[in-house]
């Protein structure tokens, strides 16, 4: 069945694009994570949905992800395929005032670039570590923008394998949520709009928003980012560092001294490590302060 499997697999997607038992510790952020089974990279939209077809015609498992800066696979890895949408899907063009962005372009290489030339509205997205198509269905944002900002349709592919182009309004953008997350939509490609403005006021901009992640933010160790969502009326990290947690750790995971909104890999941490932290400090803000953090990383496999 696997010889199979991975024929239909190398049909509908490329024999290039098509691995097995790979390590998903090389595919994310965090730096942990066993084997997939299948680890797929389509080229076009027509391999993601073969794939799909593939694995729903057969049962299997599959999970979407970008280049890995937002989520945590554990230990024993991930029974099914993960399909993969990065550096295969990373074109972009320019027209009519506006830049029109495939869903594996990272955003903040495309918030360098029109940053760059002069158009404003995107430096809020400088270092920002996810792909385009993660920060359409997060609604990333950060210094006090929001992909939601800037953002003016995106094409996107529904469970019944339609291709759909949604308005900013379909695509109801909220803190960290929008109709892609729920209704399991897989974003292909997404159109911003580009308004000129000062360049050197853009490139300080760019500047402070950089700087001011690289002082604040663990960028040295291998993380998820923010590991818990804001909870209202609250900061996640102060919350945190308020429960005596700065620097605790499990294992070879520990929240961050520098930022305590994030759970860093400090060396040779496992999945497990990383996830008995997660619940740990959860459960500690929760007994101190009787607030429940949500996670943003999201969890697979476990």
């Known amino acids: 069945m696997e010889n199979i499997l991975y024929s239909k697999f190398c049909e509908v997607a490329g024999k290039d694009c098509v691995k097995q038992s790979e390590p998903m510790c090389q595919h994310t952020t965090f730096r942990v994570g066993g084997n997939a089974d299948y680890f797929i990279t389509p080229n076009n939209a027509e391999g993601i949905k073969g794939t799909i077809e593939v694995c729903k015609k057969h049962n299997i498992p599959y999970y979407i992800c970008g280049n890995g800066s937002n989520l945590l696979v554990s230990d024993e890895g991930f029974r099914g395929v993960i399909i993969q949408i990065f550096h295969n899907l990373n074109q972009y063009e320019i027209q009519n005032g506006k830049i029109i962005v495939q ?28 792909t385009i198509g993660g920060a359409v269905a997060m609604n990333a944002g950060a210094y006090g923008g929001e992909i939601k900002d800037v953002i003016t349709k995106a094409t996107v592919l529904n469970k ?10 379909e695509l109801k953008l909220g803190y960290r949520t929008s109709i892609i997350t729920q209704k399991d939509y897989i974003v292909l490609e997404a159109e911003f709009e580009l308004q000129q403005g000062n360049l050197e006021e853009i490139k300080a901009l760019c500047e402070k928003n950089s700087k001011a992640r690289i002082e604040k933010q663990p960028l040295e160790f291998p993380s998820a980012g923010s590991t818990f969502k804001r909870p209202e009326g609250y900061f996640a990290g102060k919350l945190i560092m308020d429960a005596g947690l700065r620097g605790y750790a499990i294992g070879g995971a520990q929240v961050s001294e520098k930022h305590c909104g994030f759970i860093i890999n400090k060396g040779n941490a496992t999945a497990k490590d990383v996830l008995d932290l997660i619940r740990y400090v959860q459960n500690k803000v929760m007994e101190e302060h009787h607030v429940m953090l949500e996670t943003e990383v999201k969890m697979l496999g476990f």
């Open 160 to 169: 019944e394998g339609q291709i759909l182009t949604l308005s900013k309004e």
């Open 103 to 130: 869903a594996g372009m990272m955003l903040t290489k495309v918030a360098k670039m029109i940053s760059e030339a002069g158009y404003t509205g995107m430096e809020f997205a400088i270092g920002i570590p996810g």
